[in-house]
């Protein structure tokens, strides 16, 4: 007995076999597997945290800046060294919210302004009431703070500190909450 033999014989060959389409309609439906449901969920999440956090951690150093009044625990004298301040002396700068920044230098009050973009800071226009101060040490301290204001580049903040760096990326002034 041949194949030709099993072919009904009113029927051509071609028709003999199931078409294509009807196999495929009774195919039952692939699923997708809960790695693609995963990998979706991650995408969407990092796109609402692209969306919403980075332009809120931009705001995070001029938020936290501004959140209160800072105490020096530290300044850069004219050879770069951090030097720790007394806490008697208690020197201070305040950030407000219109850019202008005031403080106390340990002889006299001052005013200026200041630009922060991310954790890029600019501190301009210190103008002091020049209170004389009471020792040689004291005005040294004074005009090295003002010198480090003024040469501030950039800054960081976290765990109530504040940390300001120059141009070069070496810390220069370091405060706290």
Do not use: H
């Not at 720790?84 to 001052?110: E, K, M, P």
Request: some cysteine.
């Amino acid at each position: 007995m041949s194949d030709s033999d099993n072919i009904p014989e009113n029927v051509e060959p071609e028709e003999f076999y199931e078409d294509d389409d009807e196999l495929d309609e009774n195919k039952p439906e692939e699923k997708m597997g809960i790695s693609f449901y995963i990998a979706i969920v991650i995408i969407i999440s990092l796109a609402i945290l692209v969306m919403f956090l980075v332009p809120a951690l931009k705001n995070t150093a001029s938020t936290e800046m501004m959140s209160r009044t800072w105490i020096l625990d530290a300044y850069a004298d004219p050879t770069g060294t951090l030097q720790t301040v007394n806490l008697v002396d208690r020197i201070t700068i305040q950030f407000g919210q219109n850019g202008i920044i005031q403080g106390f230098s340990g002889c006299s009050l001052f005013t200026g302004t200041y630009v922060v973009d991310s954790t890029a800071v600019t501190i301009t226009g210190l103008n002091a009431t020049r209170r004389a101060c009471p020792d040689t040490l004291s005005t040294q301290r004074e005009m090295a703070y003002f010198d480090d204001l003024l040469n501030v580049s950039s800054v960081r903040t976290g765990n109530q500190t504040l940390l300001f760096y120059d141009a070069r990326g070496n810390a220069t002034l370091k405060f706290r909450g």
